[in-house]
């Protein structure tokens, strides 16, 4: 990659193929973690067309690598809120939400997701979604409209609950030059709506 001054230091220009393929392996970490810790006869089945509408609540953290060449970015405190849709379209299920942080930003995003189950309590759902973000007093994205790309693998409880953990990066994919990026980590309950 080429190296670029940025004001203040050397640094590397990352490009948009880099933040997917990181945003990937982002994603694949709890897949690879559901694999190892189910066992060998674990079917693998995608979508959950038996499963309700859920509202999923998590707290975590935002920007958990903040960068060191931008001076406001800074690890916050995450909220979020979500209503999931049931499987709308073949296995992908739509989803509305917002957070917001410790530092005041706000995001409200719609998006698309789907789940791969292994077995009947695990299960993963690959995520991406759009939305207007607003800064507040900590991490400047660079963009008032940011895309959000991640997973989160959880464990579905009987009553169709699930407890699990998210991974979301959250960039503006170069619609401006300021494009820092974030990556969060949450814990994340749903609770079916019947």
Known sequence: MPRRWDGNRWGIGVSL????????????????????????????TFGSPGDPP?????????????SRSHKDARTAGEFRGEYRFPDMAWVLAPFVGASVTTDGAAYGYFGLGFDVNFGPSWVLTPNAAAGVFERGSGTNLG???EFRTGAELAYRFANQSRLGVALHHTSNAGLTKRNPGEQ?????????MR
């Not at 193929?17 to 693998?44: G, N, W, Y």
């Open 54 to 66: 859920r509202l999923a609540l998590g707290v975590g953290a935002f920007d958990i690598t903040p």
């Open 143 to 145: 963009s008032w409209w």
């Open 17 to 44: 193929s880099t933040i997917a393929m990181r945003a990937m392996r982002a994603a694949m970490v709890p897949a690879l973690f559901a694999v190892l810790v189910m066992p060998a006869a674990a079917q693998v």
């Open 184 to 192: 969060s980590v949450l814990v994340v309950y749903s609770i079916p």
